[in-house]
């Protein structure tokens, strides 16, 4: 990702940057557990050049390996710089933590050792790029206001020597976990106790009821709405917040809740309270007004979200990266029209045991 910006033999690098300043482009870079996403804001009559600089450098990077050396330590300094940060911590510790086998046991930074060892992989870089850098491989998605009619042809124009030679790496999928994990980290700095709780989830798909009702069930029982915030952060000020994130991912990754607790004293009784809700969850119905509410909630948020040509690209980019078409978003709402309470009981007694769960206390 960070190499992307290094040029090509048509745009080298201080010309690539140039042509984006002079345009007043707003370009950047980032890359998660299961994509890399590119991004530019820019003026509409600047569209065939930006297609033309973005289809050069995905198609013909070049840089030299001192280059890739500096890059390579601006990573581990980006790493060391997270270190500083104890959310970053525990979630490098969770991963590691939950998974054996599946590449999501790291972060997407990766691990130290191998972050150390970058500065000479120069020729695994030339050959990833090889490999991942393909039409097959690739979304072009562009939001705003222009003629699709008339950018087809630049699409066609730019993209279309582009060869294919996508290798799909193959991921071992992880094993079913046999009995809950747990972990004490000591964190060198300064910090409030955090607890953060990984249950083993379930892939993406949003014609799965499961899976739509896991996404529910996260807010349902630990959102800010919910009776354990309401305890545990406003009436007794015990945690400074808990939260959950039940989200999307390609392969199966972790139904996740985290709280920080404003004293070591409180860690267990905190521990004991998410438990006594997870097993509330498993047995209780939700009110069907409670669970209606929510979905009118989360279905107008998205789209309130979709305000700008920079949030529509911004609130697309995952779920394209996951379902390769915009059609998945229609499908995954009109599985959550359909879910009723029994349904996000299910899912609380499928994905929610302990046996399944990875704990780190920090």
């Known amino acids: 990702e960070h190499m992307m910006f290094r040029g090509t033999e048509k745009y080298p690098a201080a010309q690539y940057q140039r042509l984006i300043s002079e345009m007043g482009a707003d370009n950047n870079a980032y890359t998660t557990d299961d994509y890399t996403c590119y991004t530019a804001v820019i ?19 070049s840089y030299p390996e001192e280059a890739f050396r500096t890059e390579a330590g601006a990573v581990y300094g980006e790493y060391q710089k997270n270190r500083t940060n104890p959310w970053s911590v525990a979630y490098e510790e969770i991963s590691d933590l939950a998974f054996d086998e ?3 046991k790291h972060t997407t930074m990766g691990f130290l050792r191998d972050i150390k060892e970058m500065p000479n992989m120069f020729d695994y870089s030339r050959s ?17 206001d222009f003629d699709p009619e008339a950018v087809k042809p630049l699409l066609d124009k730019h993209y279309g020597p582009w060869k294919p030679g996508y290798v799909e790496p193959e991921i071992k999928q992880e094993s079913k976990q046999d009995g809950e994990r747990a ?11 955090l607890m953060w709780m990984g249950y083993k989830g379930d892939r993406f798909d949003p014609e799965s009821k499961s899976v739509a009702a896991a996404f529910l069930l996260g807010d349902l029982a630990f959102g800010e709405n919910s009776e354990i915030y309401k305890q545990l952060v406003i009436r007794e ?4 917040f808990i939260s959950a994130d039940f989200g ?18 409180d ?8 438990d006594k809700t997870v097993e509330a969850f498993k047995t209780i119905l939700v009110s069907s007004e409670e669970l209606d509410n929510l979905k009118k909630r989360n279905r107008y ?6 305000d700008t040509p920079s949030r529509v690209a911004g609130n697309l980019a995952r779920f394209i990266a996951l379902g390769t078409e915009i059609a998945v978003i229609d499908k995954l709402y009109a599985t959550i029209s359909t879910l009723t309470p029994e349904d996000i009981r299910d899912a609380a007694n499928k994905f929610l045991n302990a046996e399944q769960r990875s704990v780190i206390t920090l």
């Open 43 to 61: 003026p509409g009559s600047n569209l065939e050049l930006m297609i033309d600089l973005e289809s050069d450098r995905f198609q013909n990077l």
């Open 102 to 104: 599946h590449t999501y």
């Open 128 to 144: 990833f790029f090889k490999r991942y850098y393909r039409p097959e491989n690739c979304i072009v998605m562009i939001v705003g």
């Open 183 to 193: 972990k004490l980290v000591k964190y060198e700095g300064q910090t409030l106790p």
């Open 237 to 240: 000020q015990k945690a400074q």
């Open 248 to 265: 999307f991912n390609r392969d199966p990754k972790l139904y996740n809740i985290y709280t920080m607790v404003k004293s070591e004293d």
């Open 267 to 274: 860690l267990d009784y905190v521990k004991g309270e998410i």
């Open 301 to 306: 948020g998205y789209l309130m979200a979709l």
